[in-house]
C-alpha cells in the first residue's frame, strides 16, 4: 500500500467517547483559573489533547479483553508471567521489576545508584530522569550529538549520543559515573532516534571504562522502526529481532509501558546484575508493592502483555510514523519552524524561532503553548526553558531550545482533527509577532513546568 498518499488507520474505531466544543472566552477563563499553566487545565476544556503521549493512547479490543485475565493474587499471579513473558520476549534481561510507571523505575534506579558526587550522563535527560537522578544529588549530564541540539539541522539520528565527548567525560570523570543512560527515542531533542551503529559505539566506551548501559526505552519500537527505514543494512529485519539486539547492547532499561507499551498505566525496571537487582526489589517492596505486580493491578500487566506484542507489529508502525510525518509536514509547508526531521511520536514547534522578539527567560515555548489553547483548545506541552532552564541550586538558564511538543496520543485521533490542528498553529505563527512573553508567579524547586503559575508580560 506504499504506492498510495492516503494514510489508512490498521483498524477500525469500535467505541467511541465525547469531547467538549468551547469558545475563546471560556478558554481565556479556564487559563486564567489554570494560572496559564496548561498542566492545571481541566480536561474537559481541552477540544485536541496533544499535552503528552504517555498513558492517553486507546487500548485494542485484545487488550481489553486480556484485562478479563487479570488476576489479581498479592503474589505469583498468572498476569505476572505473562507479563514477563512478554517483556523477555523483546529485552530478555535476567530480572525484570514491574512499577507503577517509568519515574517509579527511576526513583527506585537512582534511589540505589545515585548520590552526591555521582554523575550520569545521557543523550539527554528528559524531566523525570533528571529530577530523580538530582534529587539523589548526582549529576545529569546530556551529551547529545551537536545536531541534536538544532532544531533546523538534518541528522537521521539526531538523538545519538556524542561518543566522543563520552569518552572524553568518562575518562575524566569515570569514578563518579555509576551508570550511563541513552535514550530512545530522544524525547527532549523532538522525539529524534538512536542509531544501532550509536548504541554499538557508546557500549565499546562503556566496556573501555567498566561501566554498565542502561536504557530509557520509553519509545523503543518507534526507534526501532526509524531504524529499519534510515540505518544502512537494517531493512529486511524484523522490528522485534532490532528491539532485542537493542537490547542486547545494553546491561539494563527504564521503561514507562504509558508509551510503546500501548497500556494507560505500568512500566518496568530491568537488568542483568543480580546484586543491583536485589537491592532494587528491596526498595520496590518498600515503596511500590510485591516484586510480582509492582503498583500494578493484574489487569495492567496483562493490557502491557498484549500491548508489548502489537507495538511491533510493522502495519501500526507505519501508520504511526507516517501519522506523524503528516501533521508536520502540513505544519512545515505553512512555513512553521519545527524540528526536523520529524520524530515519532510527537511535532515539536520551535518557538524560539517562531518568537525570536521573546527572550527565553520570558517562556516562549509557555507563550506559544498558551496562544495555541486560547485561539482553538489544543493543549500542547513546552519542552524548553521553563521544563529545563532550572537548576538545583536555584538559580536559572535558558535551555538549549525553546520547544513546543504536539504529542499524538496513540490510536486516538483521526486525520480531521488533525488537519484542525494544521489550521490553528497556522493561524497562531501567522500572528507570532502579537505574542509576548510569560513570568513564573509561583513555582516549586523541581519539576516547576508542572505546576507552576504564570502571568502574561505586556
Known sequence: MDRWKTIVEPFRIHSVEPVRMTTVEERVAALEAAGYNLFNLHADDVLIDLLTDSGTGAMSRDQWAAIQHG??????????????????????????????????????????????????????????????????????????????????????????????????????RAGSVPVVFVTITNNSGGGQPVSLENLRAVRAVCDGHGIPLFLDGCRFAENAWFIKLRE?????????????????????????????????IGGWLAMNDDALAERCRNLLILTEGFVTYGGLAGRDLEAIAQGLREVVDEDYLRYRIRSTAYLGDALDAAGVP?????????????????LPHIPPLEYPG??????????????????????????????????????????????????????????VVSYVASRASDLRGMRIVQAPPALRHFTATFEPLG
Request: charged share 20%.
Open 232 to 264: 544502512p543494512g537494517q531493512g529486511d529485519r524484523s522490528i522485534p529481532d532490532i528491539v532485542r539486539e537493542i537490547a542486547s547492547l545494553a546491561d539494563g532499561m527504564t521503561m514507562s509501558a504509558k508509551k510503546d507499551g500501548l497500556a494507560n
Open 71 to 172: 488476576d489479581e493474587s498479592y503474589a505469583g499471579s498468572p498476569s505476572w508471567f505473562a507479563f514477563l513473558e512478554s517483556v523477555q520476549a523483546l529485552f530478555p534481561f535476567r530480572h525484570v521489576i514491574p512499577t507503577h510507571q517509568g519515574r517509579a523505575a527511576e526513583k527506585i534506579l537512582f534511589s540505589v545508584i545515585g548520590g552526591p558526587g555521582k554523575s550520569i550522563p545521557n543523550n539527554t535527560h528528559f524531566d523525570t530522569t533528571r529530577a530523580n537522578v538530582e534529587f539523589s544529588g548526582a549529576e545529569a549530564v546530556d551529551l547529545v550529538i551537536p545536531e541534536g541540539r538544532d532544531p533546523a539541522a538534518i541528522h537521521p539520528f539526531k538523538g545519538n549520543m556524542d561518543v566522543e565527548a563520552l569518552d572524553a567525560f568518562l575518562r575524566e
Open 366 to 423: 509557555q507563550a506559544l503553548a498558551v496562544a495555541l489553547y486560547r485561539e482553538g483548545g489544543i493543549r500542547g506541552c513546552e519542552i524548553g526553558t521553563v521544563m529545563f532552564g532550572q537548576h538545583p541550586d536555584g538559580t536559572e538558564s535558558a535551555a538549549a531550545m525553546d520547544l513546543v511538543r504536539l504529542a499524538i496520543p496513540r490510536r486516538t485521533y483521526t486525520q480531521s482533527h488533525i488537519d484542525y490542528v494544521v489550521e
Open 338 to 354: 519545527l524540528v526536523k526531521p520529524f520524530g515519532g511520536h510527537a511535532i515539536y514547534l520551535d518557538a524560539r524561532a517562531l
